[in-house]
């Protein structure tokens, strides 16, 4: 079904870049429930819909509605259930996707669920790698707080199935969960932990960056020495190899530095843009106007 | 039993006797059960009692019969225990409990961020597994639980 997904997806692309006209999803609403922000994720997916000839309907302002008052999840979903023919939503809990799915009639599209999954966000990663690197047989190194960040459990669980050769770069503090490893090992993946880029850099094929929450750390000198640690400069990319691909789920802080922006390494800008693609990938498949 | 045992707790006419439950969670197959709420007979409750295999906890309960979903809970807390349907003063059925693939709206979640733990009109699920020890995954948000589950029972 990935395979389904990111084909979908190359074949949107004109569309997403406004280069084609559609109305795949004409008559086709979209409810986009976000019970938190979420900027890049909200837009993309209200861009997928309006390019394909869709309407979208947001919730707006969760003080201005029926929430502020009390309002159960469940019983949001069955509202809007009767309004829409898909659902977008974001909420701070986890699980709250799959509960809204036990209460809808309509397709629920998971935006992220607290610190449980963000699976478009895998999709679009995964698509960025076929377009800009490659799947089989890829080198990657994930770098940053790997320990509570969803983006980069849910990708190296994505990447195992294409059997990647996985590289974790993070402080001893912010390892990637013990469990997480077993179950990448278990499923065939070559996993190897370090704490420093440079010592990784050199050999991977994509290098996904990902922000040190400030907050995480007790200390702020102790973030500091490690954030600067965990950070890319256009000096760090002396030595790697030519078609090396940095990634980035963004926003960044610090861990990119904008000099490495004008590379031909900067892959993250394009990377939010893939989300589009993508994300009308997804909606074309589950409102059924796109067969399978 | 031996006689000795059966002064201290009698024998029931009909009803069920849960035997062979790890030492001290015989409290938790109570909480299991609803009781005292859900049972009109005596319970008799023994604890660390010596057993074949050490000590462990009985508990009878008179005028009751266990379905298979109670006893697939127990399970999760003590799965050595056997049941012992009692009637007319003589076993009817014994057997052991069997630990369930899936429970439903037994055990909390350990996670508070879990979507399970908010006023939602939803009962927590779990997945259940035996890799070495008991492990259950929430549904919900995917943690786990492996230990102490008798502490986060509902």
Known sequence: ?292 | MNEEQELRVKRIENGTVIDHITAGQALNVLKILGIPDSSQGVVSVLLNSPGKFGIKDVVKIEKRELNVREVDRIALIAPNATINIIRNFNVSQKKKVHIPIFVEGVVRCVNPNCISNSNEPVTSKFNVSVDGCLRLRCTYCGRFISEDIAKHLL
Not at chain 1, 112 to 135: C, F, N, V, W
Not at chain 1, 214 to 219: A, C, G, I, S
């Open chain 1, 1 to 292: 079904m990935i395979d389904i997904i990111l084909e979908t997806a190359e074949g949107m692309e004109p569309i997403a870049l406004g280069k084609q006209k559609s109305d795949l999803l004409s008559g086709k609403v979209l409810a986009v429930l976000f019970f938190e922000p979420s900027t890049r994720t909200r837009m993309s997916f209200e861009t997928a819909m309006y390019r394909l000839g869709g309407d979208v309907l947001n919730l707006g302002s969760i003080d201005a509605s029926s929430i502020a008052k009390g309002e159960t999840l469940a019983d949001t979903i069955r509202v809007v259930d009767g309004y829409a023919d898909a659902i977008v939503l974001r909420h701070p809990k986890e699980g709250a996707a799959l509960l809204a799915s036990e209460f809808s009639t309509v397709p629920i599209l998971n935006a992220g669920d607290g610190a449980g999954h963000h699976p478009t966000q895998t999709l679009l990663d995964l698509y960025t790698i076929k377009r800009e690197s490659h799947l089989e047989g890829l080198r990657i190194a994930l770098a940053g707080d790997l320990k509570y960040g969803r983006t980069v459990h849910s990708l190296c669980y994505a990447l195992s199935l294409y059997g990647a050769d996985i590289t974790l770069i993070s402080p001893m503090e912010l390892r990637m969960p013990e469990e997480i490893i077993k179950d990448l090992e278990k499923r065939g993946a070559k996993v190897t932990e370090t704490n420093s880029i440079e010592n990784a850099i050199n050999e991977v094929d994509v290098l996904y960056m990902t922000r040190i929450q400030k907050e995480r750390f007790l200390d702020p000198t102790e973030y500091e020495r490690v954030a600067n640690k965990l950070k890319i400069t256009p000096e760090l990319l002396t030595n790697v190899k030519s078609e090396l691909k940095i990634l980035h789920p963004l926003p960044r802080v610090n861990e990119i530095h904008t000099g490495v922006d004008e590379t031909a390494h900067a892959c993250y800008f394009r990377q939010a843009f893939y989300g589009v693609p993508v994300r009308m990938a997804l909606l074309a498949l589950v409102l059924g106007a796109i067969e399978v």
